[in-house]
């Protein structure tokens, strides 16, 4: 058997796992282990220039693929600036494997240099954490911590390598396992036929039905098997802002995304519905609003791969526990088996009263006289200009809700976003991760001017290593999510949400050796993207000058029922 050190097994380890591209930052504990890297081809590593990026650029990666990223910090401040990326890909489920370095063993405990406790740090937001004790153990651990990050309902995991499990000198048998055996861990691989037959006899007879979809459907590969069983029955489909391209967003049974800003139709529905299917979606509080007062009329079936997350917050009548890919397929086959068919005038009537309701907003926005341009017309330019194909990653703010709700996603694992945890930063990096692992796609970072100067240092990583994205910030010269919330609850006093003294973002690009185009007219704006995207080897910043006054509509009303919302700044239902 072959010998290796610690440091050696970590990269070969990760070889043998198929992965290509690890993001990181090195550091005093991790020097073995990048001397490792430097002397094999197999294992590139991406260095970014701030920990947070390296995590979101392997985050994006993983929802891009399914397939779990990884990133690679050294001990102390290296892990903390981790930190939040790890919440970001805990919050929304999505399979990584963070290396964490870490001081001497014999130094644990002992207050020594850059020392911080990973295991208690990162333990309430990952799904499993992993101390190296024995060099011996690398690959065991390696191979239990992508297993584990991938499968049943995916998440981040953690490995703590203390500097002295990777001493050079000292080496070790090394053989990569190929089967993972955990006794306390066997997530479930179907769901109870029992139950499942159950739901599918109620969806048969529902009336007023709703699909309301999340990033399991995502996540769980089953956008195929939602779409089948959509399509079968005819009922309307409500994606979640996780969700969004797990059904296809042109497609007539399409009602939009649910929950605070989600479609007038979407919320209508859901708020009326008689049967509701939740496939891969948590009833987080931005999708239920007041719980009290949700879906009073509706019997609700929920297909989650996590027995925690079922009647979590909303009582689930059908419970049923299982990947979303093979529950969906199994009511397939007993729709198609059976004679019995939804009760088609009921069907009809359902359908007519959501095409009602989509007729009265059904996304619309005023443009007025100025020549300000508004946020959503940017957006829907951009998918005009796309054909809807594009990756779009994106920050956090009223862009992200602008992107969710104009973009038209029609495939799953294209719309990268932060859900979860609503990280401002996460658009860039997630930019990266996407366009390194897929170079012929366009990949766009839809974003405001506050949140990319969160991580705004990575333009010199994609400087470096050729990054060609494209980055549409929708410049409101402000901080615009918290000024709409301003206006709306505190009488317009915009505390602390003006942003001045923006640099000159063109300038800006330039210097790191990019393109920046600014927009300030409609009239500029079809010529500015398709200029921009015909740069296809060149990263492209467009500055676009947005109305700073809009506000993201509809909007649920606090503690409210699904159908509580603003739909303008004057009108309400
Ligand atoms: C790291 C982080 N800090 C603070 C917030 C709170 N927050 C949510 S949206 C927002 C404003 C974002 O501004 P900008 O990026 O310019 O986008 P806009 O809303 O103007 O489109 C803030 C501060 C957050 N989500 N993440």
Redesign the pocket.
Known sequence: MELLSGAEMVVRALKDEGVKYIYGYPGGSLLHVYDALFQQEDVQHILVRHEQAATHMADAYARATGKAGVALVTSGPGATNAVTGIATAFMDSIPMVVITGQVMSHLIGEDAFQETDMLGISRPIVKHNFSVQRPEDIPGIVKKAFHIAESGRPGPVVIDLPKDMTTPTERYPYEYPQHVKMRSYTPITRGHSGQIKKATDLLLTAKRPVIYAGGGVIMGNASNELIELAQLLNFPVTNTLMGLGGYPGTDRQFVGMLGMHGSYEANMAMHHADLILAVGARFDDRVTNGTDKFCPTAKIVHIDIDPASISKTVQADIPIVGPAKVVLEEMVQLVNASQQRPDAAALHAWWQQIDEWRQRHGGRYRTDDSELMKPQQVIEMLSKVTNGDAFVTS?????QMFAAQYYKFNKPNRWINSGGL????FGLPAAMGVKMNFPDDEVVCV?????IQ?NIQELSTCNQYDLPVKILC?N?Q?????RQWQDMNYESRHSQSYMNSLPDFVKLVESYGHVGIKVEKYADLEGAMREAFALKDRLVFMDVAVDPFEHVYPMQVPRGAMRDMWLSKTERT
């Open positions: 920050d956090v703010g009223q862009h609503g990280t401002m930063g974003t405001g001017e506050g949140s969160m929708l409101n402000s901080l615009g999510m918290v």
